[in-house]
């Protein structure tokens, strides 16, 4: 059983900056894509950036320029490097592999405000 475990999150100011990391259990991680999403409250999980197993990106156009996403293949981790947050960055971000059935982690906080 694949599991994706967050951390990183926690209460930043505007302008500042956190990294997310997502940690996989299991094996096999390189050959899928990986991706950040995105869910605050009362709005739709949206996707935030992914990254293929030959590490093409792809940004959503509100975090383009601020945010990157990486990964690490022999860790089992992808990060996502959020600077310049604002308070619309505000939301639960999750990690999920691309994968059928996608797999999903539990989610970690982000908050953004002075």
């Known amino acids: 059983q694949v599991q994706l475990v967050e951390s990183g999150g926690g209460l930043v100011q505007p302008g500042g900056s956190l990294k997310l990391s997502c940690a996989a259990s299991?094996?096999?991680?390189?050959?899928?894509?990986m991706g950040w999403y995105r869910q605050a409250p009362g709005k739709e999980r949206e996707l935030v950036a992914r990254i293929t197993n030959n590490g093409s990106r792809n940004y959503a156009g509100s975090v383009k320029d601020r945010f990157t996403i990486s990964r690490d293949n022999a860790k089992r981790t992808v990060y996502l490097q959020m600077n310049s947050l604002k308070p619309e960055d505000t939301a639960v971000y999750y990690c999920?592999?691309?994968?059928?059935?996608?797999?999903w982690g539990q989610g970690t906080q982000v908050t953004v405000s002075s």
């Open positions: 299991g094996s096999l991680f390189s050959i899928y894509a």
């Open positions: 999920n592999r691309d994968s059928r059935p996608p797999v």
